[in-house]
C-alpha cells in the first residue's frame, strides 16, 4: 500500500470551453486509470444525460440535507438556485478501485478541492475568447438567451482565477487541447 496522498485530477473551465469533451477523450485514452467523479447536481437533466453516470441527480432538499451530513468534499450553486457538489464516498469509490478521480468542475470548486488536496493536478481549460464562448453555448442548444448570458458573465469573471491553477489550456483547437492535457495527466500519473 502506497503511503502517497492519493492522486487526483481536476479539469475546470467556464461552462461551453470544451472541458467536457476533453474530460470524455482523457477517460477513453486512459480507462483504466481514470475515473469520472460523478457529482451531485440539482438541475434538470438534458435529453442524453443518464442519472448516476453523468450527475447524480438530486432535489435541493436532498442536496441539503447531504450537505449537513458532510458528504460533501466541496459544493457550490454554480447557477441562481442550482447546486452542484463533490461526495467524498465519489472520490473514496474511485480510489478503492486504484484509480485517479477525474473532475468536470467549475473554477471555484475546482480551487476549493486544490486547497484541500495540495497534490492534485490542477488544469484550467480557457476559451479562445468570449466570442467563441458565445457561439459554442447558442450551438449547444441547452441554452435559452437569458441563462446563456448568465453563463457568459460568469465565464468572464472565472477567467480571472486561470493564474492560479497548475496548468492553463487555451481550447482553441479541440484536438490539440485534448492531446496536450493528455500529456500534463500522463506526466502526472507517472510520477
Ligand atoms: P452543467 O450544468 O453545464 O452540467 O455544469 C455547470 C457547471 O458545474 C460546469 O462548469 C461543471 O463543471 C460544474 N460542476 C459539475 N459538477 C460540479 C461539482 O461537483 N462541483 C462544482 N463546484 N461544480 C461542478
Known sequence: MSLLPH???IIAAPSGAGKTS???HLLSALPDQLGFSVSCATRTPRTQETDGVD???????AFTQRVAAGEFVEWEM?????YYGTLRSELERIWQLQQTPLLDIDVKGGLKIKAQYPQSLSVFIE????AVLRERLAARGTETEASLQVRLDKASE????RDRFDHVIINDQLGV???QALQ????????
Do not use: N, R, W
Open 78 to 82: 454554480v447557477y441562481e438556485g442550482k
Open 184 to 191: 500534463l495527466v500522463q506526466d502526472y500519473l507517472s510520477k
Open 177 to 179: 487541447a485534448c492531446a
Open 55 to 61: 450527475y447524480y441527480f438530486i432535489t435541493a432538499d
Open 22 to 24: 476533453i474530460v470524455k
Open 158 to 161: 472565472e477567467c480571472s482565477y
Open 7 to 9: 492522486k487526483l485530477i
Open 127 to 130: 476559451p479562445p475568447s468570449l
